[in-house]
């Protein structure tokens, strides 16, 4: 690496990011920002915007280049106002920029990059036939066993809407910006009944910054549930009470009863009240779709049983790959969130169609627009980076992390009074 020059620290009262070597102000574009406002995160000092900047706009890199070069801009270096420790993390997120944008362009040169559509056909396909054959067994049959096993069917394939919708958010599913856009707002709104915006928003402090408190939302879950004894120790020393009988007992409410809730709560309040808000009308109109397809057809109460299930599954799934690993306070780069912060799960087709190719996790947060199903392509040059930078790469069984995931539950729920 060659020797940085000392540049001032950051002006007093802007906003600026570090991408590349250089401090971009975003003052006056955070509001406006379509990812949301994770923008602000890489604002703070210490912080490097590079690898979050190309793997979030990869599918746009050119056009975000070109916005990004229109605001006003500075030379960076290592500032004279840093830290020792962010005088490192900025030595560290360079080495690791190049490690990964080196890795990233062979990924393309190989065509890892590009879609299958035929893929995108069959996934579609496989979602659409599982909800109407689950809805014609709800409806047509008078054996109640098998309206039951209707309504197992259709949570199952209005929850496997959730891969779908999860990977066109982040545009690695058609590569066409517009058609994925669609592909999301279908999967989530008129599926899910939920806002796929606001999802946007929200997974992309996920990605950002994952296990990071303050910082990820997949860590703002209490008082309902808590993942982590560090986060109880920082909802406390903010002043914050917590409800005692929900966390001591998580480990077994977890998912009959607090997924549910959390899913009711997303699609009764939360969601409407973001979707008027932000007043995104083509949203707003396929969930109320959604409502009359599911509550007006198949009625009150079976609508409830596939909101269970759709609960059930999918925050059954999604646990599995973070929750179990410790938080950090403190900033880290792209590489290392990615792989000191996140499991991979062993690779069996079951398992790989159960979990919707998020089993290779590691790899997706490394490269979150790669399409998922190529995400076993790179695993040994991902250890690899790994093992020359003496970080982890972790792979563990399917039901070792469910294991894990229901111990650490109730472990933190066990210290709720420390």
Sequence with gaps: MGPHIPTPPKCEGKKEVLINEQYYDVTNWIPRHPGGNVIKFYTE???????????????????ATKFLNQLPKREAGVGNGLSPSDKNRTRND??????????????EAE???????FRVFLRCMEVAVIIIYGIYLTKSSTSQAVQWFGL???????GRC?????????????????????????AFSL???????????QHNRHHAMPQRIRHDVDLETLPLIAFNKKVLRDYKNKGSSINNFFIRNQAKLFLVFDTFLVGLFWRLFLHPRYIYLKRAYDEAFFVCLHHLIFTGFLGLVNTLVIYFIV??????????NHTHLDVTEEGKSWVEYGLEHTVDITSTPLTDWWMGYLNFQIEHHLFPQMPQYNNHLIRDRVAALAKKYDLPYQTIGYWEAVGKVFRNLEDVGQHVGN
């Design 311 to 320: 609960a059930f599954y999918l925050f059954g799934t999604f646990t599995l």
């Design 152 to 158: 197992l069917i259709t949570g199952l394939g209005v």
């Design 162 to 186: 959730g891969w779908v919708g999860h990977e066109a958010g982040h545009r690695s599913l058609t590569g066409n910006l517009k058609i994925d856009k669609f592909i999301h707002l279908l």
């Design 111 to 117: 065509g890892l990059y590009a879609p299958s559509y």
């Design 191 to 201: 599926s899910i009944g939920i806002s796929p915006s606001w999802w946007n928003s």
């Design 45 to 63: 000092e210490g912080e490097d915007a590079t690898a979050a900047f190309d793997q979030f706009h990869g599918r746009c890199i050119t056009t």
């Design 94 to 107: 360079a080495l690791f920029n190049k490690e990964l944008a080196t890795l990233k362009s062979a990924f």
